[in-house]
């Protein structure tokens, strides 16, 4: 049992490239989310998922792209990265059904550089 | 004004010494997280709270559903401790899984 599954976990772009963060999870959880972290502010909610084939917005979504083609998977588009897009991303996986408590669970994280 | 706030900011302790870390929030809650992040390294749930008390080994966590508020307790403090945490409130009655973070707590715990 893996968990949650984060790659790459380091990565520079230079503006105007794009790349793709990759999340995985093995714990059959509906709920996925990506969070972005930056010095001094709390993690915040770029998109989320509550199941395959549905995604939504978060508190940050310009500049990103997601997809949930499948349970397990919930990776990260950056279309044209810019160096504002600099930071700590974090996948999270629960098992969030809207009446219920369900323990966060995080992927290791993926440092982004971008000059 | 943050929703969720934390005090300290930073905090540097003696090995052996007892930690408080307090949390604050403004929003009606479903539950309280206390997080744990090591420098570099990944986040890990050390507690999920609705109300009173719980505890892990050295580690307490306590909240106050009428006051809004929680803190972690750290007994007999240890170099391995060095963390940031981090408090987060899941709020109460949203569409989505809802989790509003606090900004860390940097702890350092010196030999």
């Known amino acids: 049992n893996a968990g949650v599954t984060q790659t790459p976990k380091f990565q520079v772009l230079k503006t105007g490239q794009s790349m793709t963060l990759q999340c995985a999870q093995d714990m059959n959880h509906e709920y996925m989310s990506w969070y972005r972290q930056d010095p001094g502010m709390g993690l915040r909610l770029i998109h989320y998922?509550?199941?395959?084939?549905?995604?939504d917005q978060g508190e940050v979504p310009n500049g990103y792209n997601v997809s949930r083609s499948t349970t397990e998977d919930f990776p990260l588009r950056l279309l044209s990265a810019a160096p504002s897009q600099t930071s700590v991303y974090f996948c999270?996986?629960?098992?969030?059904?809207?009446?219920?408590?369900?323990?966060?669970?995080f992927g290791n994280g993926t440092r982004l550089t971008v000059t | 004004k943050n929703e969720v706030e934390q005090s300290p900011q930073n905090l540097t302790a003696q090995e052996g010494e007892f930690i408080t870390i307090n949390c604050s929030y403004s929003?009606?809650?479903?539950?309280l997280h206390w997080l744990q992040q090591h420098p570099g390294g990944g986040i890990v749930s050390l507690f999920m709270?609705?109300?009173g008390k719980k505890k892990h080994g050295r580690l307490i966590a306590t909240i106050n559903i009428q006051e809004k508020h929680s803190s972690l307790h750290i007994t007999a403090s240890h170099p391995r401790d060095s963390a940031v945490y981090i408090c987060?409130?899941?709020?109460?009655?949203?569409?989505?899984?809802?989790?509003?973070f606090g900004p860390g707590t940097s702890l350092s715990v010196i030999p």
């Open positions: 999270a996986s629960n098992s969030w059904s809207g009446i219920d408590n369900s323990p966060l669970h």
């Open positions: 998922s509550v199941g395959a084939g549905i995604t």
């Open positions: 929003v009606g809650i479903s539950a």
């Open positions: 987060a409130v899941r709020e109460l009655k949203t569409s989505y899984d809802k989790v509003i």
């Open positions: 709270l609705s109300s």
